[in-house]
């Protein structure tokens, strides 16, 4: 069983429709990130959070400690959202190596 | 500020060759460390460094070598290519625990 399990692996929306991803992890933690990766791009990261709620723009981030859960919110979702998401937790052994989830592959269609 | 860069972007081998992928960042990050990402799974830790001159070994080290003999270079080395090293591999950097993790473009390398 993965340490990061992210759903669902794929997600399709139409313009406009809010998006929830999310993510349940088993061990613990000293942080969670949640990453964006365009197609035949880089990746770059959205959010880092330890505990409560941060929100950028349209996207919100979430996380529970106590339920080792995490979700990734997108209002008003737009085509250019159309990206793989992924999440990633720093384990609180070793704080800054990563433990990476599969990826959300989300297409927002017009 | 150019934040993480790799080179190459693209690069084509053949079995056994030998080849260097570079990592540099102009952030004066402490810690570095090379992925390796596949289809249908989540990108896993090769190597990664703490500092200059200290090296570790991640998750899936076998086949491959590094150095980082400056706070800004980590150059990832495959010693003899083989089919099963094909992969996209990222370099990132973050300057230490509890901070937002920068990556690289990304390497597409196929070994044929």
């Known amino acids: 069983k993965n340490e990061v399990e992210q759903s669902p692996q794929n997600l399709t929306a139409q313009e406009g429709e809010f998006i929830t991803i999310n993510c349940s992890y088993s061990?613990?933690?000293?942080?969670l990130h949640w990453l964006q990766q365009h197609p035949g791009g880089g990746i770059v990261s959205l959010f880092m959070?330890?505990?409560g709620k941060k929100k950028h723009g349209r996207l919100i981030a979430t996380i529970n400690i106590q339920e080792k859960h995490s979700s990734l919110h997108i209002t008003a979702s737009h085509p250019r959202d159309s990206a793989v998401y992924i999440c990633a937790v720093s384990t609180s052994g070793s704080a800054r190596q990563l433990t990476f989830g599969s990826g959300t592959q989300l297409t927002v269609l017009p | 500020n150019a934040g993480v860069t790799q080179t190459p972007k693209f690069q084509v081998l053949k079995t056994g060759q030998s080849m260097t992928l570079q990592c540099a960042q102009d952030?004066?990050?402490?810690?570095m460390s090379w992925y390796r990402q596949d289809p249908g799974m989540g990108l896993r830790l090769i190597h990664y460094s703490v500092g200059a001159g200290i090296t570790d070994q991640g998750e899936v080290p076998n086949g491959y070598n590094v150095s980082r003999s400056t706070t800004e270079d980590f150059p990832l080395r495959l010693l003899s290519a083989a089919p099963s090293q094909t992969s996209v591999y990222f370099c990132a950097s973050n300057p230490g625990s509890g901070n937002t993790i920068y990556f690289g473009e990304g390497s597409w390398l196929t070994v044929v």
């Open positions: 061990v613990g933690i000293s942080a």
């Open positions: 959070l330890s505990s």
């Open positions: 952030m004066n990050h402490e810690y």
